[in-house]
């Protein structure tokens, strides 16, 4: 087995055998990740390279948001509001190749994510 195929093996199975609060952490970091990349991409003119990335980043608030219990807490509802408004923020910042609104969504996603890990590690 090749080298790149022993990763995707490593890290497939990683994912398979992570609690639900690991998978939380890892959907938050690429989002994170992908903003942040998808940023740099729109910075340096690369469109191709920017939509791929705030492509994903989408994908992955789509997920958070359908793989949210509304009922399990009365703060659920206010999390899917935020995250539909990221959601069309980075949809228009994608449109309009705008880094600043990239940036913008980061800012708000990152205290989330470090509040998410917070509390996994509190468990």
Same mark, same amino acid.
């Given at each position: 087995?090749?080298a790149?195929?022993?990763r995707? !093996?490593?890290?497939?199975?990683?994912?398979?055998?992570?609690?639900?609060?690991?998978l939380?952490?890892l959907?938050?970091?690429? &989002?994170? &990740?992908?903003?942040?990349k998808?940023?740099?991409?729109? &910075?340096?003119?690369?469109?191709?390279?920017?939509?791929g990335?705030?492509?994903?980043?989408?994908?992955?608030?789509i997920?958070? !948001?359908?793989?949210?219990?509304?009922?399990? +807490?009365?703060?659920a509802?206010?999390?899917?509001?935020?995250?539909?408004f990221?959601?069309?923020e980075?949809?228009?910042?994608?449109?309009?190749?705008?880094?600043?609104r990239?940036?913008?969504? !980061?800012?708000?996603?990152?205290?989330? !994510?470090?509040? +998410?890990?917070?509390a996994?590690?509190?468990?």
């Open positions: 087995m090749t790149p195929n022993l995707d !093996r490593y890290l497939q199975d990683s994912i398979n055998t992570a609690s639900p609060a690991k939380l952490l959907l938050y970091d690429r &989002l994170i &990740l992908d903003m942040a998808g940023e740099e991409h729109l &910075l340096a003119g690369d469109r191709e390279d920017a939509n990335r705030l492509t994903h980043a989408q994908e992955i608030i997920e958070l !948001r359908t793989s949210l219990d509304m009922e399990a +807490w009365d703060g509802p206010g999390l899917a509001s935020l995250y539909g990221v959601l069309t980075l949809i228009g910042a994608n449109i309009a190749r705008d880094p600043a990239v940036a913008n969504c !980061r800012t708000l996603m990152e205290p989330l !994510r470090d509040a +998410w890990r917070e996994a590690s509190a468990t």
